[in-house]
């Protein structure tokens, strides 16, 4: 019924997360039917995005490529307190933190926690990308914001281990934020507060 081209882009949205079928197609179908040129743009922009932007070299953060070079603005700002270091699960996760205010040292993004269940154990882990980052810009204090969820603990508990023999302070994000809940969807409060709330574990 629908144009080859159409149904391949409502595929496509489709696979977006949060996006089911009925909202692809209204997507595709404004899309094709738009006259703004949105989809032409969109679509330069999408083409461009691969060989212009990928995660942070040094944090894992998403970076602008500069000469072959990726590092963000986190990384780039000098007034942060590189001895105290971060580490979330996700960049979304980040972002939350940033826009919190609470947050005054830089980030390393894990991009994924550990979780039995789904095979993913401490090898999977960026452990060692982790402590030469700690070693190279001398932190003293780590956070650890990992969600407090069962797999955010257990990736908590492992980081803990792993970090003590480096000598620096650890500590875990504060509750407030319950149990299982996305640190993407807390208030910016409540995630403030857990920031400044944070106690030690190392
Ligand atoms: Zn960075």
Not at 152 to 161: H, I, K, P
């Amino acid at each position: 019924m629908l144009p080859e081209r159409l149904r391949r882009v409502m595929e496509l949205l489709a696979r977006l997360p949060g996006v089911g079928e009925k909202t692809a197609q209204r997507y595709a179908l404004y899309l094709a039917a738009d006259r703004k040129g949105v989809a032409a743009e969109l679509g330069v922009e999408l083409a461009a995005l691969g060989a212009n932007v990928r995660p942070c070299d040094r944090c894992g953060n998403l970076a602008d490529v500069i000469d072959g070079h990726a590092v963000c603005g986190v990384c780039r700002d000098r007034r942060r307190e590189a001895r105290l270091l971060c580490i979330v699960h996700r960049v979304q996760d980040l972002l939350a933190i940033e826009r919190s205010g609470a947050m005054r040292g830089r980030y390393f993004v894990l991009g994924r926690l550990l979780s039995p269940l789904d095979g993913v154990g401490p090898d999977e882990l960026p452990l060692a990308e982790l402590s030469r980052r700690v070693r190279e810009d001398g932190v003293s204090e780590v956070i650890l914001a990992t969600p407090p969820s069962v797999d955010g603990e257990a990736t908590a508990l492992l980081l803990a281990r792993e970090l003590a023999a480096l000598g620096v302070t650890i500590s875990r994000i504060a509750s407030g934020i319950p149990h299982g809940g996305d640190l993407e969807f807390a208030d910016q409060v409540t995630l403030g507060r857990a920031i400044d709330g944070r106690r030690s574990i190392g």
